[in-house]
């Protein structure tokens, strides 16, 4: 398991916008697929923004389109979610991961059977969206 560590979560007001950030250990990224997941409580891991290996493109679910922004530093070899107009249904850990097979972005966003199988998983930052 590839060591990520995420920054950036915290607490913040229905249409506030945070930027989480993951620190990876050196790894380069353009050999990975790499993405954003987030659990809220009681509900299974969904993948909130993803960039595939294979097509070089990223996806998001409806559920944030036009809302979240994925980027990434080759150079820094980190990754980040900017997330704007946030809602209180967005709230939950937010983890960051990433792959070494060639993996398409959707199908590092949606496919659950591959998310215990990634090459690493970061411990998680808190996201709390509430007045």
């Not at 493109?57 to 944030?64: K, L, N, R």
């Not at 983890?95 to 690493?120: H, I, K, N, P, W």
Request: net charge negative; aromatic share 12%; charged share 25%.
């Amino acid at each position: 398991q590839l060591p990520l560590v995420e920054s950036g979560g915290g607490l913040v007001q229905p249409g506030g916008s945070l930027k989480l950030s993951c620190a990876t250990s050196g790894i380069e990224l353009d050999y990975y697929s790499i993405g954003w997941f987030r659990q809220a409580s009681g509900k299974e891991r969904e993948g909130v923004s993803c960039f595939g290996s294979l097509d070089e493109i990223t996806y998001y679910p409806e559920s944030v389109k036009g809302r979240f922004t994925f980027s990434k530093d080759n150079r820094k070899k980190m990754f980040y979610l900017q997330m704007d107009g946030l809602k209180p249904e967005d709230t939950g850990v937010y983890y960051c991961a990433v792959e070494g097979r060639l993996t398409s972005a959707q199908d590092m966003c949606v496919r659950a059977d591959l998310f215990s199988d990634m090459d690493g998983w970061g411990r998680g930052t808190q996201v709390t969206v509430a007045s």
